[in-house]
């Protein structure tokens, strides 16, 4: 079946009622619903619709807990009534997770915001699932440190979200994946009991390591209530440069020179085409901001960013690297940032790409991961495809149904973005675009999900990046934490 067409909705779930609000109210004061007028339909539309606006749930109960206690007995009321829960963080999420699918009610955690400790020996940081990415980041700097996690979403996605996605983001080349850098959770099972799994250790190897199910389940097993994870120092230098490129292949000879002329200081590379960039371009335009960056514009640019412990010392390595370049012509132009404002234009080069494309139309977003020497190959098959579906004109930007296919994303990480630009979200773009690009994943031996996870857009997908014994694995775990298959039913494991 193809994406658009969601699956029915199954008549093992409760429909919630007037008698079902009554009870949660009395658990949760912070509840919202259509079915006693405390909220309209429109009031509910923001946590019913995704971010892309491409997904739309009908749930008529939002309930938003303060306590982990809450969280527990709302869990345990619904399992012992039946009644489908969906887990949201802040509805940043790009595969249909955070959303119903029908009328599951949403357990929505942006109440539960508190930071619990944080240890300025250790850099461990407790805090609550709902605490925004950005507010732990911002008094993680306060003290000298930071979230070994960054993203364009920062400002609205939650760290219990980005744990429940195992999200990647900007950073991961230096710091690592959450796998490694989370050291504990909290968790309310779909049965409404707590695991108390908030450990501060590093080294622990007494039995199967349950908080790593956890990470990356995408709400299917438990609600992460609180996390413990290990924040590194802040560096004290920073620096970011970007450069215009003739061609995916100088894109790749300058990753292996930064890598290692930079070693150890490098934190990011990034990529993305000029179809990205005039995205952006024409974003910043429309809000007042067009600025001329670039004397030589290029079919590609790269953002490589620094930071380490010594000012002079990044500068003497950027500096050397920025000459190498020059002087062999790998790079057409390159902008370096002389203070903090041209540091954060410079990376909103890159990081506004998701946003500008969401304004330029209605964008089907995929996100693999294939070996970086095959990354920009699959955005070119892409636009092959489109072109002989008869609805791409061009290459990459068009006045037909697609206005444009833009391609970029992690180098670094072998992480590519694909973001094809339609006019609206229709059965034709997406039967010629799917299951066409999973199959070419497949074939290069890459994942159909690098970061975003599977929600109820890639569920039906899985198949071609997992063999049989591990799907089958995967439903005798979703089965042994909700054997009801209450938690965000119609996702991930289907
Ligand atoms: P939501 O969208 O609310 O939920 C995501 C999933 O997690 C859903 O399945 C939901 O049920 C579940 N969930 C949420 N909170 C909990 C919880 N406390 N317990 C259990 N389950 C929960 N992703 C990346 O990996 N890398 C990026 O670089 C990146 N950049 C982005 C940039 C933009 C502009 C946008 C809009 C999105 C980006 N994303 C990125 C995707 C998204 O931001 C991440 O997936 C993020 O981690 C989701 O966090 P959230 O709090 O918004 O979760
Ligand atoms: C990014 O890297 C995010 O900017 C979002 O993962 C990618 O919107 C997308 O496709
Ligand atoms: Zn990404």
Request: glycine fraction near 12%.
């Amino acid at each position: 079946r193809h994406g658009s067409h969601l699956p029915p909705r199954s008549n093992q779930f409760t429909q919630p009622t007037k008698e079902h609000l009554d009870a949660l109210k009395a658990i949760s004061s912070s509840t919202l619903s259509t079915l006693d007028g405390s909220a309209t339909e429109e009031e509910l539309r923001s946590f019913n619709d995704d971010w892309m606006n491409k997904y739309h749930g009908k749930g008529s109960i939002v309930v938003k807990p303060k306590t982990t206690e809450e969280v527990s007995e709302v869990m345990k009321y619904c399992y012992d009534n039946g009644i489908a829960v969906v887990p949201q963080g802040g509805n940043t999420g790009l595969v249909g997770g955070s959303n119903p699918v029908h009328d599951e009610i949403i357990l929505n955690l942006s109440n539960l915001n508190q930071i619990r400790s944080f240890d300025e020996v250790s850099g461990v940081l407790v805090a609550d699932g709902g605490v925004i990415l950005e507010t732990a980041d911002h008094f993680l700097a306060e003290k000298g440190f930071i979230f070994p996690l960054d993203l364009g979403a920062k400002g609205s996605c939650h760290i219990g979200g980005n744990v429940s996605t195992n999200a990647g983001g900007l950073r991961l080349l230096r710091y690592g994946s959450l796998h490694g850098s989370v050291l504990g959770l909290e968790v309310v099972l779909p049965d409404g009991r707590i695991w108390n799994g908030l450990s501060k250790l590093r080294k622990d190897n007494t039995g199967f390591d349950i908080k790593q199910l956890f990470i990356g389940s995408e709400g299917t097993i438990g609600i992460i209530t609180a996390i413990s994870i290990l924040c590194p120092r802040r560096p004290s230098a920073m620096n970011v440069a970007v450069f215009s490129l003739e061609s995916y292949e100088a894109v790749q000879k300058v990753f292996a020179e930064a890598k290692g002329h930079l070693g150890e200081i490098l934190s990011a590379f990034e990529f993305f085409d000029k179809q990205s960039y005039a995205l952006v371009k024409k974003h910043q335009e429309e809000n007042g901001g067009e600025r001329k960056v670039f004397e030589t514009e290029g079919d590609f640019y790269c953002l490589i960013e620094t930071g380490g412990s010594n000012a002079e010392h990044d500068e003497a390595k950027l500096t050397g690297l920025l000459e190498h370049l020059m002087e062999n012509e790998m790079v057409l132009d390159g902008v370096l940032a002389q203070d903090s404002t041209q540091f954060q234009s410079l990376w909103s080069l890159r990081e506004l790409v998701p946003e500008s494309a969401g304004k330029a139309g209605s964008v089907y977003k995929y996100d693999v991961s294939v070996p970086v020497g095959k990354m920009y190959g699959l955005v070119e098959k892409m636009r092959a495809k489109l072109r002989e579906g008869g609805v791409l004109e061009g290459d990459g930007k068009s006045e037909g149904p697609i206005r444009a296919v833009a391609g970029y994303g992690h180098m670094g990480d072998g992480n590519l973005h694909i973001n094809i630009v339609a006019n609206k979200y229709t059965d034709e773009i997406e039967k010629i675009v799917e299951p066409y690009i999973y199959e070419i994943v497949a074939e290069n031996e890459g994942s159909i999900s690098a970061e975003h996870g599977l929600g109820v857009m890639k569920a039906p997908y899985i198949g071609y990046s997992k063999n049989e014994t591990s799907i089958e694995l995967m439903k005798q775990i979703k089965q042994l934490f909700d054997p009801k298959g209450l938690l965000n039913p119609y996702k991930y494991i289907v």
